[in-house]
């Protein structure tokens, strides 16, 4: 199975700072075929379930604020949440989708400092 | 508009069963597979397991394989999972989530608690 990792744990950032968030896969999620990167982003907020937010590795899912970027490429991602609002306390997920035994990071939990 | 509507809390014994469903509208349901995920108490989100709509294929994680169950009904567009031989540590919220062939989660249903307890 492709083991995703994330770091921090968490992180407090005050609003309107940056906060970014890093995934790991232990092999590459890039389909040489297409030049797709098979990660994905999601966001828990309390109480809800997972939201798609960012698709292969960098589309933003309809609606979703141009304040969350999606970069990397193989092994290394990252989100960015350009100006941390109060709406975007949560926890964040990557979840490789290269292999059909999904897999997601244990998550990053994000508040506000 | 897409909606997954899950079946309602449940509580179970230990070493019981327990079958959730996943009712689907707003698309066309052989279109797409369900996958399940689970989420214990203050836990992560952990993969179960997939099927496709489409032809009934399935695909589970190593560490349920023999105890879960997934099935479809396509008259009824709804989707189903079962659990066997219950255990405490099954306690968790489940969740039923719409996706493409080769993409990634785009819809997901309100998710089903499941507490097994004696």
């Known amino acids: 199975d492709i083991v995703m990792t994330q770091s921090p744990d968490s992180l407090a950032v005050s609003l309107g700072e940056r906060a970014t968030i890093n995934c790991k896969s232990s092999q590459s999620v890039l389909y040489s075929s297409n030049n797709k990167n098979y990660l994905a982003w999601y966001q828990q907020k309390s109480g809800q379930p997972p939201k798609l937010l960012i698709y292969?590795?960098?589309t933003r899912e309809s609606g979703v604020p141009d304040r969350f970027s999606g970069s990397g490429s193989g092994t290394d991602f990252t989100l960015t949440i350009s100006s941390l609002q109060a709406e975007d306390v949560a926890v964040y997920y990557c979840q490789q989708y290269y292999s059909t035994l999904f897999t997601f990071g244990p998550g990053t939990k994000v508040d506000i400092k | 508009q897409v909606q997954l509507v899950q079946s309602g809390a449940e509580v179970k014994k230990p070493g019981a069963s327990v079958k959730v469903s996943c009712k689907a509208s707003?698309?066309?349901?052989?279109?797409?597979?369900i996958s399940w995920v689970r989420q214990a108490p203050g836990q992560g989100l952990e993969w179960m397991g997939w099927?496709?709509?489409?032809?009934?294929?399935?695909n589970y994680a190593q560490k349920l394989q023999g105890r879960v169950t997934m099935t479809t009904d396509t008259s009824t567009s709804t989707a189903y999972m079962e659990l066997r031989s219950l255990r405490s540590d099954d306690t968790a919220v489940y969740y039923c989530?719409?996706?493409?062939?080769?993409?990634?989660?785009?819809?997901w249903g309100q998710g089903t608690l499941v507490t097994v307890s004696s």
């Open positions: 292969w590795a960098s």
């Open positions: 989530a719409s996706f493409n062939s080769s993409g990634p989660f785009d819809y």
């Open positions: 707003g698309y066309t349901f052989t279109s797409y597979g």
């Open positions: 099927i496709s709509a489409y032809n009934g294929n399935t």
